[in-house]
C-alpha cells in the first residue's frame, strides 16, 4: 500500500529500471543515477508532504497537553472510530482490491463513493496511489520498487534503513512514478479524474467535519478543536501508519503460508488484521493479488472481504474473485 501527496497524475517520469540479472534478491538496489536538482513545485510538493507527515504527531503532543488531566470526549473517540473506518475502508475496499486490482466490479455510484473515502484519508491522489502501487507489485522487492525494506540490502544496518525508508523514507525521495504507464484505465475515467482533481478539497472537508461536528455537539470552540485533533488529526496518522507498516513491516516480520514470485518477501502479520481491513494478511495477496478476501485461513479476519460480500448482496457489485480451495491449494508454499 502506499501513500502519495499531491503529485502530477499525468506526468510521464523516468522509472526504476527492470532488475538486472546480477540482482540476487541480498544486495542494496543498484543506484539510480545522480539525482536531479528538484523544481519549485517538487519542493513544494516535499513541503506538503512533510507537513502532512508530521503535523499529526504535532497535534497528538499538542491533544495530550491540552487534555492532561482529563477525559478524552466520548464523542472524539466515537467520531475518530467511525472517520477511520470510513476512510481506511475506502482505501482497502476502493483504492486496493477494487480499482488497482480488479477484485470486484463495482457500480459507477459505489465506484465514486469509494474513491472520495479513501481519498479522505491523506494517502495522496486516487490515481497517483493506484499507480504507485501498481508499480510496487510490479517490482516488489527488487529494483524498481518504491517502497521495499530490502533497498539497501540485509544486513543488519541495511536492513533497518530499509525499514525506515519503506515505512515512510521514501515519500521524500525524488521518484514518481508514471500514472500513464500504470494507471492508464483510471487517466481515462471521467468519475475517477474527478475525484482525483478534488484531492485538495477531499483533505480539507475530512478535518472540517470532525471539527464541525465537534461544534455541534459539544456546543464551544473548545469541543470544536478536541474533536479536530483526535478525530482529525490523531486518526489520519494511525491510519497512515498502520498503512505504511504493510508497506514495511509485512515485507519482513511475520509467516509466509503461500509461494511468491522471485524475492517477493511478502509476510502475514496478524496483530495488524484489524487496524487494516485485513490488509496485513500481506502474503495472499501477493500470491494472488487480485483476489478479493486476503485473509483466507481459518481466524483471519478480513473485514475488507465482508464489506465486498455485503456489497455483492445488494447487488452492488459482481464478479467478485472470491478464493476456491483449488485456487489456494496450488498457491501454498
Known amino acids: 500500500m502506499s501513500l502519495h501527496i499531491l503529485r502530477s497524475p499525468s506526468a510521464v517520469p523516468p522509472e526504476g529500471a527492470p532488475p538486472s540479472p546480477e540482482y540476487d534478491g541480498r544486495a542494496a538496489f543498484p543506484r539510480e543515477g545522480t539525482a536531479a536538482e528538484r ?5 513544494l510538493s516535499l513541503a506538503i508532504t512533510a507537513l502532512i507527515v508530521f503535523l499529526p504527531f504535532l497535534a497528538l503532543g499538542l491533544a495530550v497537553w491540552l487534555l492532561w488531566g482529563s477525559l478524552i470526549h466520548p464523542v472524539d473517540v466515537l467520531l475518530a472510530a467511525v472517520l477511520y473506518t470510513v476512510t481506511g475502508l475506502g482505501v482497502t475496499v476502493g483504492f486496493h482490491r477494487g ?7 463495482a457500480v459507477r455510484q459505489l465506484r465514486t463513493a469509494l474513491a472520495v473515502a479513501g481519498s479522505m484519508s491523506f494517502q495522496g491522489d486516487v490515481i497517483g496511489w ?3 502501487h501498481r508499480r510496487h507489485h510490479a517490482f516488489t522487492d527488487r529494483p524498481g520498487d ?3 525494506p530490502y533497498r539497501y540490502g540485509t544486513s543488519v544496518c541495511g536492513q533497518l534503513r530499509g525499514l525506515v525508508d519503506a515505512h515512510v523514507g521514501w515519500l521524500f525521495r525524488n521518484d514518481p512514478t508514471s500514472a500513464a504507464r500504470y494507471a492508464p484505465d483510471l487517466l481515462a475515467d471521467r468519475d475517477i479524474r474527478a475525484v482525483s482533481r478534488a484531492f485538495p478539497a477531499l483533505c480539507v472537508l ?15 470552540w473548545v469541543s470544536a478543536l478536541t474533536t479536530l485533533l483526535w478525530a482529525g488529526l490523531v486518526r489520519i496518522a494511525l491510519l497512515h501508519h498502520v498503512t505504511w507498516s504493510v508497506n514495511s513491516l509485512c515485507h519482513v516480520i511475520g509467516e509466509r503460508p503461500f509461494r511468491t514470485r522471485r524475492h517477493d ?3 502475514n502479520l496478524w496483530p495488524l488484521a484489524l487496524l487494516s481491513f485485513g490488509e496485513s494478511w500481506h502474503n495472499l495477496h501477493h500470491a494472488d493479488p487480485t483476489c478479493a478476501r486476503h485473509g483466507v485461513d481459518r481466524g483471519q479476519l478480513d473485514p475488507s472481504a465482508a464489506v465486498i460480500r455485503f456489497f455483492e448482496r445488494l ?4 464478479d467478485v474473485r472470491w478464493p476456491t480451495p483449488d485456487r489456494i491449494d496450488a498457491r501454498r508454499a
Open 146 to 148: 518504491p517502497h521495499s
Open 265 to 267: 518477501r511478502a509476510t
Open 39 to 43: 523544481t519549485g513545485s517538487e519542493r
Open 99 to 105: 480499482l488497482t486490482h480488479g477484485s470486484y466490479r
Open 315 to 318: 447487488g452492488w457489485v459482481r
Open 130 to 132: 493506484v499507480a504507485i
Open 206 to 220: 475530512t478535518l472540517a467535519l470532525p471539527f464541525a461536528a465537534g461544534r455541534l455537539i459539544g456546543g464551544s
